[in-house]
């Protein structure tokens, strides 16, 4: 699998999200330290607890559609890229944005009851955009 | 499989179960959009009349409603650590959450203060050390009962967790 410089992971992942259009779907994201199993079992069990030089991160994104789906025509698409560790800020403040862009479309405003969200359906989508 | 009632306990125990396992836990963000809830009546009725109404009748119903599930896993000890909301407000923090855990993955020090931490850095290996041990027995003690807790000296916290839990259920 060929990873992604994290430009080319944000536009990909960008359109992974569920729009307006198409309001349905999941997107599984996931990270975790980049190591190979030989460095995982070196001899000392505890070796990895102090790494002697900080570790990059790979973070994966998929659509995760089950095989039904992927039958009907909606291919899966997986999406993963390597973050070093002087890269981990830079690359949060990007992820934070994208994911608030991406997400926020489908979850609770800020100050919603329920009685609002039907009988004012379109100010809530102002209210989103200003929190 | 705990789910924890604040995002900030969710962070406390999951920078903890790293702390003891930074190789092999992985974090997981979930983001899916349940299709909204249909009235059984209204379906029934605009599918029995013409294409037209249709759409005015979805627009009466609930919007599709997004969830967000942080999940830490870590597969040696099988420790499960969840967080779940619907809560817009809350995506930019949790992505923080997870920018802040991932420093830990990536053998960083916690604190984004690189200089103060490293100054003082023999101290909090010696700290470290002596969670992480603690953390690591416990952790798989707890695995082979099944109650995957957070690992490391939280016995009474996440008690309390649990406890809590039971009685709303």
Redesign the interface.
Same mark, same amino acid.
């Given at each position: 699998m060929n990873h992604l410089t994290h430009d080319e992971f944000f536009t990909a992942l960008t359109t992974l999200?569920?729009t307006k259009s198409s309001?349905?779907?999941?997107?599984?994201?996931?990270?975790?330290?980049f190591?190979f199993p030989q460095?995982?079992k070196s001899e000392n069990p505890?070796a990895? #607890?102090? $790494?002697s030089?900080?570790?990059?991160?790979i973070i994966h994104a998929t659509n995760a559609k089950s095989k039904s789906s992927r039958e009907k025509g909606h291919p899966r698409t997986k999406l993963s890229t390597i973050?070093q560790?002087d890269e981990?800020?830079g690359?949060?403040a990007k992820?934070?944005e994208v994911?608030?862009a991406?997400?926020?479309?489908? #979850?609770? $405003?800020?100050d919603r009851t329920k009685r609002k969200?039907?009988a004012k359906?379109k100010k809530?989508k102002t209210t989103?955009v200003a929190? | 499989m705990p789910y924890y009632e604040k995002s900030e306990d969710w962070l406390h125990q999951s920078s903890l179960l790293l702390q003891a396992r930074p190789s092999t836990t992985r974090l997981t963000t979930r983001y899916h959009i349940k299709p909204a809830r249909r009235v059984s009546k209204k379906k029934s009725e605009s599918a029995a009349a013409d294409a037209a109404p249709a759409p005015a009748a979805a627009q009466d119903e609930k919007p599709p409603r997004g969830h967000l599930e942080l999940k830490t896993y870590d597969p040696q000890s099988g420790v499960t650590l969840k967080y779940k909301t619907s809560k817009a407000a809350e995506v930019t923090r949790l992505i923080q959450m997870l920018g802040q855990l991932g420093r830990g993955m990536a053998g960083l020090p916690p604190v984004q203060k690189k200089e103060v931490v490293e100054a003082g850095a023999g101290d909090v290996e010696m700290v470290d050390v002596g969670e992480e041990k603690a953390g690591a027995s416990g952790a798989a003690a707890k695995s082979g009962t099944q109650t995957p807790v957070a690992a490391g000296g939280q016995g009474g916290e996440a008690g309390k967790n649990k406890k809590k839990k039971k009685g709303k259920r």
């Open positions: 999200f569920p309001p349905k779907g999941t997107i599984i994201l996931s990270q975790k330290r190591t460095q995982e505890l990895d #607890l102090n $790494p030089d900080p570790l990059p991160l973050v560790p981990l800020e690359f949060y992820y934070a994911c608030k991406g997400m926020s479309g489908f #979850l609770k $405003p800020r969200a039907k359906g809530k989103t929190a | -």
